[in-house]
């Protein structure tokens, strides 16, 4: 066993274990630190187990030495799970009540962790408990609850009785009747639930938290007590039952309650909960006078941060319908702030996200309301609209008499509209964000309620599916160029196709195919970029360099972050703010992919930052574990990448045309800007072939290795097909053209997927095959000077 300290002589000793070197090094260090200390990565985990509550002593007044080798037990128990003999577990109680003691505080769940992993008898802890918990309520406000119930449980009734009397006093019903439950529980549930205990409601804990509460019956059965109990609470205040004070319909402690409720909830999808949606959003977020102010802001958020854990598409409806209703002038703002991390997390909760509502829509996917004399016409095809009709007849505008006489129809169908629209938006970002998952779906499933849904059918029809048809075979099939869907057994599987899948030879088939019929892909599927590890990643091992070095304008960065589902915190010029890794979890949660970035500087108004490595994690029993590149799945290493990759593409000051600076990052620009093209770009000159030909400058046009060439009457030029800058022959003068808000590229030409810089390189390619009739005095002074 190994003991909290070395004996006497132990320094002159013969050699030791890795685990005593440790101990050594964390209890009686060698004071001039030249021996180092052994990497925690060659102790068992029950040898970590002490050495973790051997390093819980540790703190900033002990010699260097021992706080280097406290932060790396920390370290290692952070990436793996310790466990603790009997002993340990009492000497990490005996911890705690000296911590409690000497800074008045002390983490609870460190001991129930010890508790939960003890690899023997659990020793008698109700002396040490007592302590504690005659600490914590001592205190004017209680820290972690729910540890509390537990270690009160380990003290004994009497102590159980007073934790529950003062967890449950002056913090409103609702939570009162959770006290309770959790007071009820056996020590073993009550430990794991514990986990739940966050330290403001801004932050939630891993998912498999909610796993373990969303499989205990006792508070499942709260949930809905608790989430009803809010619902009449505030049905309520608007009918005048409670008297309404903005922002007091909860108290502090409910909002985090029912937050960690409804998160439970939403895991288990319950079916009771959109009926309790329309009675709580619309309860919190209006008051019952014209006011603007609303019954709880706070229980609003924070029903808005448990949908970014575990959305559904008809809370995330819910929301947005509460988003157009609410008074408060900056409550909608922060609601779109918000909303973009639900979009995005629902985007990968594909069990539930591709649940679409039951409508009154016909086959052809159209819906018809009279209007007096007129009706009204929804349909749906890439997005929702709205027309009205006479006599069969459509109408440019609402017709007067139904403005008069039909307002509130006239509203209903608008909102409709609104709602479908941002529906078929959570479709498409679901079944994108599939990929990672590798999802499939029962062939009978897909066929009714995707493939044949009014309101999926179109966009699911210009989609690539795969259908297995025997076992490891897989059939495509893209349902808008066939009259039928083909015969298949009803529980077959049907995922999306995915290039990284195919052969060379099937992507371009499907590339020429798309573009032959003019079908416009709802994402990216056929022309989509694909990323391999490199032989560079395979020697690095667990980083990858590829996107690394990069200069690029922050702000833009951080934004798209957002717009992307990633997570970072803002940088700039203050303590903390030089340096961050954006992250963002990938297949429905078991992977996480961290892209390390540093802010630079201020350029003007603008600000810039360096891109560096690309790591990846995997969750292992609820921890975040980094893997080699090898280990990744590369359905979800090329996604990762792809996201990347558009990172720089966008934000690269390498695609800023009017770029002055000099010195090194001028030599960057130009670097890059004419540099080899990444996969991005890649895909751009694959679309390019297929789309010159069709082109009214077709004769002028060829693709030539990096750059598109455009001969003019007045000069060729060169359009790199990364960047979109230009290049002028024959001595490759550069030739900036900042592009106007909208592009003049000619509308009628067909791109297959939505590319801002592939419209803007056909944009220019029309400016430059027609340099004579060019206008901008700006350009035009450039091309005179190149003569």
């Known amino acids: 066993m190994l003991n909290d300290a070395p004996a006497a ?53 002990a010699p260097l030495p021992s706080r280097a080798a406290a932060a ?182 409910e909002v985090t309650t029912l937050g960690q409720a409804l998160r ?50 008809e809370l995330v409806t819910a929301i947005r319908t509460v988003r157009r209703t609410v008074r408060h002038a900056g409550v909608p703002k922060q609601l779109d702030k918000m909303l973009r991390k639900v979009d995005a997390a629902l985007a990968e909760r594909t069990d539930v996200a591709l649940r679409l509502p039951r409508t009154d829509f016909d086959d052809a996917g159209a819906l018809r309301r009279p209007a007096g004399d007129y009706e009204a016409v929804v349909t749906v095809t890439d997005t929702a609209t709205l027309t009205w009709e006479k006599d069969g007849r459509p109408l440019r505008t609402v017709p007067a008499p139904v403005r008069r006489d039909h307002a509130a129809l006239v509203k209903e169908l608008r909102d409709l509209v609104k709602r479908l629209n941002a529906q078929l938006a959570t479709l498409t970002r679901a079944l994108e964000g599939g990929f990672t998952v590798d999802t499939a779906h029962p062939y009978a499933w897909w066929r009714t309620e995707l493939a044949g849904h009014p309101l999926a059918r179109t966009l699911v029809g210009r989609l690539i599916w795969e259908i297995e048809t025997t076992q490891g075979e897989w059939q495509p099939l893209l349902p808008e160029t066939t009259e039928s869907l083909p015969e298949a057994p009803a529980d077959a599987a049907v995922r999306l196709w995915h290039p990284l899948r195919s052969t060379p030879d099937a992507v371009r088939a499907w590339r020429d195919l798309l573009t032959e019929r003019r079908i416009r892909q709802p994402f990216k599927q056929a022309f989509r970029e694909t990323y391999r590890l490199t032989p560079a990643e395979e020697q690095t091992g667990v980083y990858s360099n590829r996107f690394a070095g990069h200069l690029v304008h922050y702000r833009k960065l951080f934004a798209l972050f957002r717009a992307r589902g990633w997570r970072s915190r803002l940088l700039g010029p203050w303590d903390g703010g030089d340096g961050d890794e954006a992250d963002r979890t990938l297949a429905a949660g078991e992977w996480r992919v961290r892209f390390h970035h540093t802010w630079t500087e201020y350029r003007g108004e603008d600000e810039l930052a360096t891109t560096d490595q690309v790591r990846f994690d995997r969750r292992l029993e609820g921890t975040w574990r980094e893997t080699p590149l090898a280990d990744v799945p590369p359905l979800v290493f090329s996604e990762a990448m792809r996201d990347v990759d558009l990172f720089v593409g966008v934000t690269s000051i390498a695609t800023d045309p009017d770029w002055t600076d000099g010195g090194a990052r001028r030599a960057y620009w130009e670097r890059t800007a004419f540099g080899e093209l990444p996969e991005t770009a890649l895909a751009r000159r694959d679309a390019l072939e297929r789309l010159l030909p069709r082109l009214k400058i077709a004769d002028r046009c060829t693709l030539d290795g990096r750059f598109l060439r455009v001969r003019g009457d007045l000069h060729t030029y060169k359009i790199h097909l990364f960047s979109a800058n230009v290049l002028m022959d024959p001595d490759d003068r550069y030739l900036c053209i900042v592009p106007a808000r909208r592009a003049p590229a000619d509308r009628t030409v ?13 944009s220019k390619a029309f400016l430059l095959a027609a340099d004579t009739e060019i206008t901008d005095e700006t350009i035009l002074r450039q091309l005179e000077r190149g003569a």
């Open 72 to 253: 790396a037990v920390r370290a290692a128990a952070g990436e793996r799970q310790p466990r603790y003999t009997p002993a340990a577990c009492r000497r990490m109680f005996d911890v705690l009540v000296e911590e409690c003691e000497e800074h008045g505080w002390a983490d609870l769940t460190l001991g129930l962790d010890a508790l939960r992993h003890c690899t023997g008898p659990v020793p008698d802890l109700s002396d040490p408990a007592r302590a504690l918990v005659g600490a914590w309520l001592a205190k004017d406000v209680v820290r972690q609850p729910y540890a509390l119930l537990a270690v009160a449980t380990l003290a004994g009734d009497k102590t159980l009785t007073a934790a529950v009397e003062r967890l449950s006093r002056g913090v409103g019903p609702i939570v009162a009747d959770e006290t309770a439950v959790l007071a009820a529980l056996p020590l073993a549930e009550q430990t794991a639930l514990s986990e739940m205990d966050r330290e403001h409601r801004f932050v939630s804990p891993l998912a498999h938290t909610w796993n373990r509460s969303a499989e205990n019956p006792a508070y499942v059965a709260f949930t809905r007590r608790a989430l009803e109990a809010a619902a009449d609470r505030t049905d309520a205040i608007r009918a005048g039952e409670i008297p309404y004070r903005a922002d007091k319909a909860f108290t502090d402690r």
């Open 750 to 762: 067909f791109l297959p997927f939505d590319d801002e810089r592939l419209a803007l390189i056909l």
């Open 264 to 313: 439970v909830a939403l895991l288990r999808d319950e079916p009771w909960l959109p009926a309790l949606f329309d009675r709580l959003l619309p309860g919190t977020a209006l008051a019952p006078t014209p006011a603007k102010t609303l019954p709880s802001q706070a229980l609003l958020y924070e029903v808005v941060r448990a949908a970014q854990d575990f959305p559904t598409p």
């Open 9 to 61: 002589g132990d320094r002159e000793r013969g050699p030791t274990s890795p685990a005593e070197d440790l101990m050594r090094a964390l209890t009686d260090p060698d004071p001039t630190g030249e021996h180092g200390h052994p990497d925690p990565a060659q102790v068992t985990d029950e040898e970590l187990g002490s050495l973790f509550v051997a390093a819980c002593r540790v703190d900033t007044s």
